[in-house]
């Protein structure tokens, strides 16, 4: 490993460490969630699916050398919709290590607008899965229509509820409660992949991520909703971090300054 790199962090809520720099485009009502067009949405599923899996696949395994633990808690929703929650620790594999863990199930991944803003790449991102987060009150109807329409297909659905990137960050970051309101008003389990980074090698210097997938989590039905949300939230928080204890190798330190 190089020498290490130290991330100086104040806010673990809003700061944002990804280097990608795009200027986010306006996701208004006028932003087409659902394409009718019958070639669209085959190229869609082509590239989603077919294309994409042996870069996906191969990406994962040569430069992270994942390995899934738990896959087996997703069998039998096979046929069903669900959320997932997942740390955010990469720019580029947090895109996919979730995809390949429940494929061949399609799977979509709620983003900010920068993911569907880069010119020429915008309709490729949205046919691999992007749905971004609308700008206004009139795109927020068609993105919760577009959003149960997903799910009662029986695809998944992945919120990364950190919000922001933080590479190799190996805790979980305080979130919000906020995404968690989908699964409540669908009334649809929810489970959570926690990327770990662990240690290989003779050396034990090489750096593999193994993901941990836990589920499915349902509210206290006896609790109001925005206590449910909270329920929720707090259930897969807890075992995120209970999980993200599994890492033993930092790439990055992340130091807090005041």
Not at 104 to 129: C, D, H, T, W
Request: hydrophobic fraction near 35%.
């Amino acid at each position: 490993m190089k020498e290490d790199k130290i991330i100086y962090y104040k806010d673990e809520l809003n700061d944002e460490f990804s280097t990608a720099k795009i200027i986010p485009r306006k996701i208004d009502e006028n932003y087409k969630y659902i394409h009718k067009n019958v070639i669209w949405n085959a190229c869609a599923f082509l590239l989603q699916n077919i294309l994409s899996i042996p870069i996906k696949y191969l990406y994962a395994k040569i430069k992270f050398r994942v390995k899934y633990v738990g896959k087996e808690k997703l069998k039998q929703y096979k046929k069903q919709g669900y959320f997932i929650y997942g740390n955010h620790t990469q720019s580029f594999a947090d895109t996919f290590l979730i995809s390949n863990c429940v494929y061949p199930k399609r799977n979509y991944l709620i983003v900010n607008p920068e993911n569907v803003s880069m010119k020429f790449l915008g309709n490729a991102v949205q046919m691999l899965g992007a749905i971004p987060i609308p700008s206004n009150k009139e795109a927020m109807k068609i993105f919760l229509e577009t959003i149960e329409k997903r799910i009662k297909k029986g695809y998944s659905i992945t919120i990364f509820p950190e919000a922001h990137i933080w590479p190799y960050y190996t805790k979980i970051r305080p979130f919000k409660s906020v995404s968690f309101k989908y699964p409540i008003k669908l009334e649809t389990p929810s489970f959570c992949v926690t990327n770990t980074y662990q240690s290989y090698g003779k050396n034990k210097d090489k750096v593999k991520i193994v993901s941990y997938i836990d589920g499915p989590f349902f509210p206290d039905n006896d609790l109001n909703i925005k206590e449910k949300q909270e329920n929720l939230r707090n259930k897969i928080y807890d075992k995120m971090v209970e999980r993200s204890r599994n890492s033993n190798i930092e790439v990055i330190k992340y130091e807090k300054r005041d």
